[in-house]
């Protein structure tokens, strides 16, 4: 029945319905008119509202939209290109990644190009299984099963469910993860269960009631498991820790590590059923710190039972300071992890506090090596020739001298990328990736170190295309971050630092309740998955037309210079 149907029919509906929308034009009107009074006569902060009291506001609407809607209406110049980011999506989604036509730019600013094979192979003839070892010398050495790793992404920056999305997508895709500053959370573990930890000695366990689990077991038949989850983890883990238990879908209950346990309750082993992780200490020392703010030995070999290798970070591309996460995102879970203060700004220190110079520095990550007996490496920036010759120096005179020297180099380019970084050490400090991967591998050539020593290489990786660039100028794995983020459902708002009260609209990057209880960890856990097997894929097709049957093959007369 249409609208003159019920006018006719109802004559009294007929006479709400106008009187309905008359009040709401007036109180509209009437609202209008009380902003453009006080925008005029009584606010005095603002000299445009007093010129253009209301129609003024539009500036800072408009304004307030700008960042969000960038990406859908104008070039894109955060994240490389419109069809690179396409990319990502349909891959994502294991919808085609076929274009028509080339895109709007095919070269844009490219320099490098790829020179094609006189006689190119089929994809089939093309190595299938990547992998890198790490620490060849170490007791229990790490064996990569891919050549792509999540970048260092800590859990607080990102929320507890993106965490979980990725670690989940990372076991799933069996590529390795890196903790970020923040170190270990339960949410590392997530694929984890009860029965994979062999001895639940050292396990805090949540148990929910018959009825807890009926209201589970309902929700999961009438609606889906991400509602499911969500109900009955609030009936079972009380609110101050809901994201640091991790969530047992066998057993249906809720467990995460009790590291006051002892060491000798930890499995020897990493548990099969988690992800291949790398723990990644910063300057705050952020789970594997005392109660002075020290290093704790103990602690981290707990940590390192369930981690492959260890990185230490001394500088960042966008960030050539400490960790900042602002009060927003420091909620009781990030304070319980990182042994803080919760709601209070973190600002970590600028100064690794064991890197005061070479020799106390390398000595401490011989003594990392010796705790874990597994590979330790650590990650900077390249200005200068000249500064990173200075770590060669030191690391040649310890290799002759019979000490341990590092296991890998992660080199992140200046131009990477921060959810919470200062504008002035954005895009002034540092090298890009590709000089700085040009010196880095000269000068462990000329001192002798480069057969003991692996490149990992970040900075704005989306696409096979720049993974194979990369491996091109030497690097042995890649680290990405901003792709990643794409596939787990990242809109490109840059409202990641939770600064001004504007959160992640997708709950990716925020600690808002509201916000992060919708986003849907294991669909997203699998865009994960799927992105990270067409990166493999896409970069067996690159080396089939290069004529190339491993990535081993790879050099830089395999690039053309525009």
């Known amino acids: 029945m249409n609208k003159e149907h019920l006018m006719e029919h109802f004559p009294l509906f007929a006479s709400d319905w106008s009187v309905l929308i008359k009040l709401s034009i007036v109180t509209i009107l009437i609202i209008f008119i009380m902003v453009a009074i006080y925008d005029r006569f009584i606010q005095r902060k603002n000299q445009l509202l007093i010129n253009y009291p209301l129609i003024g506001r539009l500036c800072y609407f408009f304004y307030m939209l700008r960042g969000p809607m960038r990406q859908y209406f104008g070039d894109e110049t955060f994240y490389d290109s419109f069809e690179k980011l396409l990319w990502i999506n349909k891959v994502a989604k294991k919808e085609s990644p076929y274009l028509s036509f080339s895109p709007t730019k095919p070269y844009a600013n490219q320099m490098i190009l790829f020179k094609h094979a006189n006689f190119?192979?089929?994809?089939?003839?093309?190595?299938?299984?990547?992998?890198?070892?790490?620490?060849?010398?170490?007791?229990?050495?790490?064996?990569?099963?891919?050549?792509?790793?999540?970048?260092?992404?800590?859990?607080?920056?990102?929320?507890?469910?993106?965490?979980?999305?990725?670690?989940?997508?990372?076991?799933?895709?069996?590529?390795?993860?890196?903790?970020?500053?923040?170190?270990?959370t339960s949410n590392f573990l997530a694929s984890l269960n009860v029965e994979d930890c062999n001895c639940t000695d050292y396990l805090e366990i949540r148990k929910g009631t018959v009825f807890a689990r009926s209201v589970y077991r309902l929700l999961c038949f009438f609606s889906n498991?991400?509602?499911?989850?969500?109900v009955y983890r609030k009936m079972v883990v009380r609110q101050k820790d809901r994201g640091t238990f991790i969530f047992d879908n066998k057993k249906l209950l809720y467990f995460r590590i009790d590291w006051t346990q002892d060491l000798s309750y930890f499995p020897t082993e990493v548990p099969h059923s988690v992800p291949d992780i790398t723990f990644q200490m910063g300057?705050?020392?952020?789970?594997?710190?005392?109660?002075?703010?020290?290093?704790?030995?103990?602690?981290?070999?707990?940590?390192?039972?369930?981690?492959?290798?260890?990185?230490?970070?001394?500088?960042?591309?966008?960030?050539?300071?400490?960790?900042?996460?602002?009060?927003?995102?420091?909620?009781?879970?990030?304070?319980?992890?990182?042994?803080?203060?919760?709601?209070k700004d973190l600002i970590s220190p600028n100064r690794f506090p064991y890197a005061k110079d070479m020799d106390t520095?390398?000595?401490?990550?011989?003594?990392?090596?010796?705790?874990?007996?597994?590979?330790?490496?650590?990650?900077?920036?390249?200005?200068?020739?000249?500064?990173f010759e200075r770590y060669a120096e030191v690391l040649k005179e310890r290799k002759d001298a019979g000490k341990s020297i590092v296991d890998f180099l992660t080199i992140d380019g200046g131009d990477g990328g921060s959810a919470t970084a200062p504008l002035e050490m954005m895009s002034k400090i540092g090298l890009p990736i590709r000089a700085a991967l040009q010196i880095v591998i000269e000068v462990l050539e000329t001192y002798g170190l480069r057969d003991n020593i692996r490149v990992i290489a970040a900075e704005k990786v989306l696409t096979p295309d720049d993974?194979?660039?990369?491996?091109?100028?030497?690097?042995?794995?890649?680290?990405?971050?901003?792709?990643?983020?794409?596939?787990?459902?990242?809109?490109?708002?840059?409202?990641?630092?939770?600064?001004?009260?504007?959160?992640?609209?997708?709950?990716?990057?925020?600690?808002?309740?509201?916000?992060?209880?919708?986003?849907?960890?294991?669909?997203?856990?699998?865009?994960?998955?799927?992105?990270?097997?067409?990166?493999?894929?896409?970069?067996?097709?690159?080396?089939?037309?290069?004529?190339?049957?491993?990535?081993?093959?790879?050099?830089?007369?395999?690039?053309?210079?525009?």
Not at 152 to 157: E, F, Q, T
């Open 283 to 343: 300057s705050g020392l952020y789970g594997v710190r005392d109660e002075k703010g020290e290093f704790d030995a103990e602690r981290y070999r707990k940590v390192m039972r369930f981690c492959r290798m260890t990185e230490v970070k001394l500088a960042q591309g966008a960030k050539q300071t400490g960790g900042k996460l602002l009060a927003v995102k420091v909620s009781d879970d990030i304070a319980y992890y990182r042994g803080i203060p919760a709601h």
């Open 225 to 230: 498991k991400e509602i499911a989850q969500r």
């Open 467 to 562: 993974v194979i660039e990369l491996l091109c100028y030497g690097a042995d794995f890649i680290n990405i971050a901003r792709g990643f983020m794409i596939s787990a459902g990242c809109i490109r708002a840059r409202e990641c630092s939770g600064a001004g009260g504007r959160n992640c609209p997708v709950g990716l990057a925020t600690m808002d309740e509201g916000k992060r209880s919708k986003y849907l960890v294991l669909q997203k856990a699998k865009s994960v998955a799927n992105y990270h097997h067409e990166l493999l894929y896409g970069i067996r097709s690159l080396l089939a037309v290069m004529g190339k049957s491993s990535v081993n093959e790879l050099s830089m007369n395999d690039l053309n210079q525009r």
């Open 120 to 184: 190119v192979k089929e994809v089939d003839e093309v190595q299938e299984a990547f992998s890198v070892t790490f620490g060849e010398k170490r007791k229990i050495p790490y064996i990569s099963r891919s050549i792509i790793g999540r970048s260092a992404m800590s859990d607080g920056a990102i929320s507890p469910e993106g965490t979980r999305a990725f670690s989940i997508g990372a076991y799933k895709g069996q590529f390795p993860i890196n903790t970020g500053e923040g170190g270990l």
């Open 361 to 387: 520095f390398f000595d401490f990550i011989s003594e990392l090596q010796e705790l874990s007996d597994k590979p330790v490496g650590f990650k900077i920036v390249i200005s200068t020739r000249e500064d």
